[in-house]
């Protein structure tokens, strides 16, 4: 293995580290309404951090946009109270399993998910993408009744996502010189969005 890559994934390692370590995600700003995922800002903050760190030495850096399919249909049918309390929670706390040692996951609406993922490049991206969408579909949803006796919703089997993809390295971005730390994020998300765009218009529940 040549030296700079050796360097670049020490350097990830190092900043992965010092996501859990200094700053743990119980000690950063979550999301207000569920406080499981990450709020956008505190991903905002991380993400500049990141990219300051890894573009000097090219390292990778990786946005999955996720959009849960189908969900305004499931929310009007089963109330959006019962979809909020019994089912969102388990659907947030999934995706951040996938990102607890790999990145950060942060809430960008009821239905929609972003996962940053440093050190990861456009293929290792499209794997977690694949493995996501493959664990919401397959996912068991709402099998028993809640705790206050709700009968259970059985939405198992009902569920699948949408997931757009964008590389840092890969893409191409707009502006020339100094670059904007705010506006090459911003950029790589609505790459990412538009990917999953594209994922919804060709039969949805895919990468």
């Known amino acids: ?35 499981i995922l990450l709020s956008p800002d505190q991903v905002k903050k991380d993400f500049n951090e990141w990219i300051e760190k890894l573009g000097p030495v090219k390292g990778h850096i990786a946005v999955l946009f996720i959009d849960l399919d189908k969900f305004k249909a499931l929310n009007t049918k089963y109330t959006e109270p019962r979809i909020d309390q019994d089912f969102l929670p388990d659907a947030m706390n999934l995706v951040e399993s996938f990102v607890r040692v790999r990145g950060e996951a942060a809430k960008y609406g009821g239905d929609e998910y972003v996962l940053v993922l440093p050190g990861a490049d456009a293929q290792r991206a499209l794997t977690v993408a694949e493995e996501v969408r493959l664990a919401i579909e397959h996912g068991v949803y709402l099998s028993e009744s809640d705790v206050e006796g709700r009968a259970p919703l059985n939405l198992t089997g009902q569920f699948s996502a949408s997931v757009g993809v964008a590389s840092y390295r890969d893409c191409e971005f707009r502006e020339e010189g100094v670059v904007d730390l705010d506006i090459r994020r911003q950029q790589l998300i ?8 594209r994922a919804k218009h060709q039969g949805k529940n895919q990468v």
Request: aromatic content about 4%; proline content about 5%.
């Open 190 to 197: 609505r790459i990412a969005d538009e990917a999953m765009y």
């Open 1 to 35: 293995m040549h030296q700079p890559s050796i360097e670049i994934d020490l350097l990830v390692d190092e900043l992965r580290t010092q996501s859990t370590t200094q700053a743990p995600v119980n000690a950063k700003e979550l999301d207000q309404k569920f406080k």
